[in-house]
């Protein structure tokens, strides 16, 4: 009778567990989708919306793991659709340099997730400013002759939120922006710079032990609801007008920076 007991426990305990596991990731696959259809149409914020709503569930530096595979596929696709590759990559290489080495320096923050609770809060402060000075349309510029001094450090800066937070369009996405008017164009820098800091984030998670082999396929089981959202992000994008897609960049800035925030302040209230 003890056994037979044991057995049906055991039986259900595991149906739990797997449905558990199921719904996680449904969740998971459902936060994929939502990140890629917003970076199809504005050509970023898959890292920012899914390290957003992934923490809700798990530590930074899992959500962090989770984004390698999703992020790097989906900006490369970015990165190599347009015409200008070429030139792009010859106009930001110094800024990637600062990317790489920024990130590589502060990525102890996010391995070590306790450290990293206010990066998520700057961030999404800073978003959120920057999204609403676009939408009430205050613009800047950057003189062609300050980029090469500028760039390095703006790629510095934009690695250093990176290894803290997992997310990297501070500042390198107002600064892009704030050079390339071109719509098309710029998606495809966004795509050239997401690439290297998704290539340095997986790496410096990799030296610090956060990113092994089950949680690199655990990514690439995220890679396919990542494609889908943002392929029908992309089929949106391109029947809008570019005013309208300039209220969406912005409008997706102000969202991606309050969700940071409202996570940050949930996990303090647990």
Known sequence: MAVSFYRAHQ???CQVLMQDVLLL????AACFVAAGFVKGVTG????????GLLGLAMPGSAAAALLVVPSLVTNVWQMVAGPRLGVIVRRLWAMQIGVVA???LTIGFLANSSRSEAGPVILGVVLAMYALTGLCSLRFSVPPRLEAWISPVIGILTGLLTGATGVFVI???PYLASMIPDKEELIQSLGFSFTVSTVALGSALAMRGAFTMQQASGSLLALAPALAGM???QMVRDRLQPETFRRWFF????LIGISMVARAAWLWMK
């Open 25 to 28: 990731w449904i969740g998971i």
């Open 171 to 173: 500042p390198a996405v």
């Open 11 to 13: 039986v259900s305990y």
């Open 251 to 254: 409008a997706s800035l102000l």
């Open 44 to 51: 970023m914020g898959l890292p920012t919306i899914a390290m």
């Open 102 to 104: 920024g990130t590589f």
């Open 231 to 233: 392929y029908l992000g």
